[in-house]
């Protein structure tokens, strides 16, 4: 019984991360149009991979939910956020999952940057591949990785961070997760 417990939990928890993902990112688009769907973007929505430190949970959610969130883009011609998008996210929770302990003090600065890391190789490429005309360069990709990269910085640095320490210091990661 105890086991599909955790399962029902893990299912229960992930699902609830997916929507909350895709809710934000949905009402972002709505509120102010372009700026969670556009090359260079503040996607207030990923800040929500903080949580991928506290549960493994956060994994399949993110991915779902960014899956569900990129739907939205299908509508402008971009079916390919739905696969690359989700690809970048769950590589970067799946790496911040794995170096949650590792921090500098008290912060996972590491884990806190995968998401810029991976959404700047992944989604530079798909950018640089699909959406430039002329033949791929190094130099493009570097710049359209780098833009993409800057901006998923830009929130894990600022609203991740916030999350993260609004989690430890109220003690929910123990009380949710």
């Not at 998008?85 to 003090?105: D, E, F, H």
Request: proline content about 4%; charged content about 10%; aromatic content about 10%.
């Amino acid at each position: 019984m105890e086991n599909t417990q955790k399962s029902l939990r893990y299912i229960v928890t992930g699902a609830m991360i997916a929507a909350l993902y895709a809710g934000l990112t949905y009402a972002q688009n709505f509120i102010l149009p372009g700026t969670a769907t556009m090359a260079v973007q503040f996607r207030v929505s990923e800040a929500l991979n903080t949580l991928a430190l506290f549960t493994p949970a956060a994994i399949p959610g993110l991915t779902i939910g960014c899956i569900i969130a990129n739907i939205y883009s299908i509508g402008s011609g971009l079916p390919l956020d739905m696969i690359f998008g989700s690809a970048a996210t769950l590589g970067a929770t799946v790496c911040m999952w794995l170096m949650r302990n590792v921090r500098i003090g008290k912060y996972p600065l590491f884990a806190m940057i995968m998401p810029a890391v991976w959404n700047g190789v992944i989604i530079g490429w798909e950018i640089e591949h699909f959406f430039i005309d002329g033949p791929f360069t190094m130099v493009g990709f570097a710049t359209q990785g780098g833009l993409v990269a800057l901006g998923e910085l830009a929130v894990m640095l600022t609203l991740g961070t916030i999350l993260c320490f609004v989690i430890l210091k109220r003690g929910l990661d123990k009380k949710l997760f």
